[in-house]
């Protein structure tokens, strides 16, 4: 069975994550289907892996990354038609629009919008973790923000 | 989080959602090497449906296996077995056609196909042999379209994005590079007279952001062109005989999306981004003669860009449009525009499905487009007024909306085929549908 450490990193990030992972999936299955790849890949490495300053980290990236290799191995179909019949079912007001706005914003902004504005990290670590130029993450998180504004009307806060 | 993203209001409307999807998360049990535990806490009918639809799906699908081992046809190769003419409602039986003949061939047990494609009057397939990817074997079967007999030729390496041309067929292949953000793009080849494969060539490209290649291979005009969404997205033109790249294309807009569409169309190389692409649909055309003349057409609607299909030298796009805040109101039209990108025509807002195919000059497509997720139809589009009408309607596998499902079409001897199913938990099934 899984150590005391490691079932309480599961219990404590497990929702977390996948609320984190739905934010470039827009669909919650996926994103639980993918937290909980990256936990079973997690525990099959814990002896070298449990000594990492942040194994919740860790756990995203895996997780993003099975969940965007997913997508494109299996095709899978535009998700909007779920909102369409989950909608009004259990969804929270807005929760939906806030789905379909995501959809509308290319993965990768999606992805720095996640790190950035939900993770918190500022946009130096965001590109360390993508890879890419402070000024692409930037430029990912301007265009982003500016396109689930857009959809949502949300109103831009002033900036000093 | 520090105090100024606190109050940005992106990151309150982001911190919000996923404290409201967290909130809705019930942790299931973590048991090791068991794989993924399925779960799902959403309560009322919709789990009590799904509980008895997967009771009656296995009692079913065994009822069916059984009936397979004990009389049905097989192919010793694959392991699949014919299935049409089963009880109506059963995966793999048409719950209503019009006017077409309908026939299933479903795959189980170790046997997961993939991909399709039509050429020379024979359907292909890639599948794989065996349950775990990273060791499974994989073929390419060549499927009888007549008979829905298939025979497996093995294949150097499990690859994806097939496409048929100059008597072969082709294939992507990847390897990431641990530790950084190349990936090695192969190229491999099948010839359908020798029925070989021959690995030809492999590619280097840096994937920015999910360390996961964003390709997507097409066949057009004499040539290979492989698209790589990289940190500057480029199109490699490559040589299908020798697997050499003849040229390299950049300065190629970012097309965005989970699944580039790369098409052969009217005047060269069309590229978009595909669902879950950007709003504005970027399109763009190359000319393969010349190969560095780059045009990126305007978009002829905000709508994002679902398919594209090249139909009597004109390309037909299939676009989707939410309109700001109403997510029930989602509207898709198909627009025919000339080799210029200028519009021709476009369609009514009307319901059309998530993967097209051309067959003698009409456009068929597959999938549940509006019509909500409980079914699959197949539709009809008139060439003329863009019309669809449903000539079939199929059921899944499994649920299309959460699975995988009818996004590898094919035409070929005269029928359209449909792979659904692929990459799913339930057995794939290929449907042949007959005008």
């Not at chain 1, 000594?51 to 191995?73: H, K, M, Q, T």
């Not at chain 2, 978009?299 to 594209?308: D, F, K, Y």
């Not at chain 2, 009809?380 to 299309?400: E, F, G, K, N, Q």
Request: hydrophobic residues 40%; proline residues 7%; neutral net charge.
């Amino acid at each position: 069975m899984p150590t005391t450490t490691f079932t309480e990193l599961y219990a404590a990030s497990y929702a977390r994550l996948v609320g984190q992972l739905t934010v470039i999936t827009t669909d919650r299955d996926a994103a639980e289907d993918a937290v909980q790849e990256a936990f079973s890949r997690l525990w099959r490495q814990w002896d070298s892996l449990s000594g990492y300053d942040r194994p919740e980290a860790w756990l995203r990236r895996v997780a993003v990354n099975i969940a965007i290799s997913r997508w494109r191995r299996i095709r899978r179909l535009h998700p909007l038609r779920q909102s369409d019949r989950d909608a009004g079912e259990d969804d929270a007001a807005g929760r939906a629009d806030i789905e379909a706005a995501l959809r509308r914003i290319p993965v990768k902004q999606r992805h720095a919008l996640l790190l950035h504005h939900v993770v918190g990290l500022p946009v130096a670590e965001v590109a360390q973790e993508l890879g890419a130029a402070e000024g692409t993450v930037k430029s990912w998180l301007f265009r982003g923000r500016e396109a689930l504004q857009r959809s949502l009307g949300v109103e831009e806060a002033p900036r000093g | 989080m520090d105090d100024d993203r606190r109050h940005d209001p992106t990151s309150r409307l982001l911190a919000d959602f996923v404290q409201q999807v967290g909130d809705q998360v019930v942790t299931p049990p973590f048991t090791p090497g068991r794989g993924r535990a399925r779960r799902r806490d959403r309560p009322h009918r919709t789990h009590h449906r799904r509980v008895l639809a997967l009771c009656v799906s296995v009692v079913l699908v065994v009822g069916a296996v059984a009936l397979l081992v004990a009389y049905g046809p097989r192919s010793s190769d694959t392991g699949g077995g014919v299935t049409g003419g089963g009880v109506a409602g059963q995966p793999g039986v048409p719950v209503h056609a019009k006017h077409v003949r309908v026939r299933a061939l479903e795959f189980g047990g170790t046997f997961h196909p993939a991909e399709i494609v039509g050429a020379h009057g024979v359907l292909w397939m890639t599948a794989r042999h065996g349950n775990d990817p990273s060791t499974a074997p994989c073929a390419i079967e060549r499927i009888d379209p007549a008979r829905l007999s298939p025979v497996a030729y093995p294949l150097s390496a499990c690859g994806m994005n097939i496409v048929a041309g100059n008597g072969a067929l082709y294939l992507e292949t990847e390897a990431s590079q641990p530790g950084s953000n190349s990936v090695d793009i192969g190229i491999e080849s099948f010839s359908t007279t020798t029925e070989r494969s021959t690995f030809l060539s492999r590619h280097l490209m840096t994937v920015v952001g999910s360390e996961i290649a964003h390709t997507q291979l097409a066949y057009a005009d004499g040539w290979l062109w492989l698209y790589g969404d990289t940190d500057h997205d480029v199109v490699l033109q490559i040589s299908p005989t020798s697997g050499a790249v003849v040229r390299t294309l950049t300065g190629v807009p970012a097309i965005g999306g989970t699944e580039p569409l790369v098409a052969a169309g009217p005047g060269g190389i069309w590229l978009a981004g595909g669902p879950g692409g950007p709003p504005a649909p970027a399109v763009v055309a190359s000319d393969p003669s010349t190969g560095n003349t780059i045009q990126a057409l305007p978009g002829t609607t905000s709508a994002t860009v679902e398919w594209l299909a090249p139909v009597n030298a004109r390309m037909w796009k299939g676009e989707a449009n939410v309109p700001q805040g109403q997510h029930r109101s989602l509207t898709e039209r198909i627009v025919v525009v000339n080799g210029s990108g200028a519009f021709v025509k476009r369609s009514p807002v009307e319901g059309f499905g998530s993967a097209p195919v051309a067959v003698a000059g009409q456009l068929w497509t597959a999938g549940p487009g509006g019509s909500g997720c409980a079914r699959q139809p197949i539709w009809r589009v008139d060439p003329t007024t863009l019309r669809t009408t449903v000539i079939a309607t199929l059921r899944p596998t499994s649920d299309p909306c959460l699975t995988p499902s009818f996004r590898s079409v094919a035409g070929t001897g005269g029928a359209l085929f449909v792979l659904d199913g692929a990459g799913g938990s339930a057995p794939a099934v290929l449907y042949r549908v007959k005008p």
